[in-house]
């Protein structure tokens, strides 16, 4: 008799882990497809207003293809996305890049002038 009861207790405890095992996969399945939605919707936007996505804490950038196909691996959770990712368009981000650069430029020629003008002695590298 003990070892009837036994067996079925097992039995119950087994088909319970097993629910809670289904139950578990299920949440994790619907939280995956959420995510999932989410980027879609986000590349999607990017698409629309044709632009980029820029990742600051990386510095990195991202077309809505690579974002898809990348950005899912590291940041679970629509909202966590949102607060990290910033819709940039990347021309305008090179062409002040490239005005920043050259205006660098033309201070370290008019530092070099200035020093040949005073003769003093200009460091090479």
Known sequence: MA??????R????IEAQQREQDLAYRRKHEEDKYIRESYLR?????????VWL????DRSWYNPNEFIATFKWYIAGHEKVME?????DPKLTLEKAHKALWEFAERIINYEREARETKQPVKKA
């Open 42 to 50: 986000i590349a999607e936007e990017a698409r629309a207003q044709g």
């Open 54 to 57: 820029y990742d600051p804490a």
């Open 10 to 13: 097992k039995h119950d405890d």
């Open 3 to 8: 070892g009837n009861y036994r067996r079925e």
């Open 84 to 88: 990290r990712i910033q819709f940039k």
